[in-house]
């Protein structure tokens, strides 16, 4: 049972993985190249670490509330998986009944409810901590991008 859990968070997981990396791609090409901004405080960067361990635990659960809404329809994350991408290419061929249709689009509604209260939490989270959101995207970039940014937070983390 365990490494079915485990085989199922890992299908699940690349699915949002992908779905980020696709959606990031689409976003760099619409957004012309900016410089990155790398002057933060301790303090902001402090607040950035507090909010990025609460981010970190909302996707954690809503990823597991995702899963919980796909089985709850009846379907393993995998055929949730391969219903998805049949819906996302059209050349693709799935033969699906009525019932496993009807379940897909149940479990779309129920994870995009999810998604939406995630999201909310999410602002709720960095609000809390004290940044906005645009605040926490500019640090986040920066902690991507940049080695030492990357380092000063990870201190704050430990």
Known sequence: MFKTKS?????LAFLFVFAFVFS???QQQQMPEREVRTDFSDEELEMFAEAAQEVQVIQQQNQQ???E???GEGLT???FNQMFEAMQNPEAEMEA???EEEAFDNAMQAINRVQEEGDREVQEAIEGAGLSYQEYEEIMMAYQQDPEIQQRVNELMR
């Open 97 to 99: 009944t009525a019932e």
């Open 7 to 11: 085989k199922i968070h890992n299908l």
């Open 77 to 79: 994350v995998e055929e």
């Open 69 to 71: 809404a796909i089985e």
């Open 65 to 67: 509330n995702m899963v």
């Open 24 to 26: 990031a791609a689409a």
